[in-house]
Nanobody, 122 residues
Framework: QVELVESGGGSVQAGGSLRLSCQVS????????MSWYRQAPGKEREFVSG???????RYADSVKGRFTMSQDNNKNTVDLQMNSLKPEDTATYYC????????????????WGKGTLVTISS
């Protein structure tokens, strides 16, 4: 079982910063590649950032240079530091599990949190 709980959303003006956090709870020692997605009203859910299997981090072009993703295995958290926020960043942000490190943990793959709302005003 995997449970993801996002926090840190809120309302800020353009140019401001927010730090989102995803608390990851798993039964056992399963570890997963993790991603952040977002969905704005009237738009498709889109990829924001993710940790690759080789440890590298990838970002969508729209957030590259402004957002920083990190993972703390001791705290079991995945964070997203968002700087220089723009109105187009307004969306509900979700964290998600991707591929597990072990095949024993496949049942927890593609788990989603409930999301946290980020609103950026101009």
């Amino acid at each position: 079982q995997v449970e993801l709980v996002e926090s840190g959303g809120g309302s800020v003006q353009a140019g401001g910063s927010l730090r989102l956090s995803c608390q990851v709870s798993v039964n056992g020692y399963c570890r997963y590649d993790m991603s952040w997605y977002r969905q704005a009203p009237g738009k498709e859910r889109e990829f924001v950032s993710g940790i690759n299997r080789d440890g590298s981090i990838r970002y969508a072009d729209s957030v590259k240079g402004r957002f920083t993703m990190s993972q703390d295995n001791n705290k079991n958290t995945v964070d997203l530091q968002m700087n220089s926020l723009k109105p187009e960043d307004t969306a509900t942000y979700y964290c998600k599990t991707d591929r597990p490190r072990s095949a024993w943990c496949l049942d927890g793959m593609d788990s989603w949190g409930k999301g946290t709302l980020v609103t950026i005003s101009s």
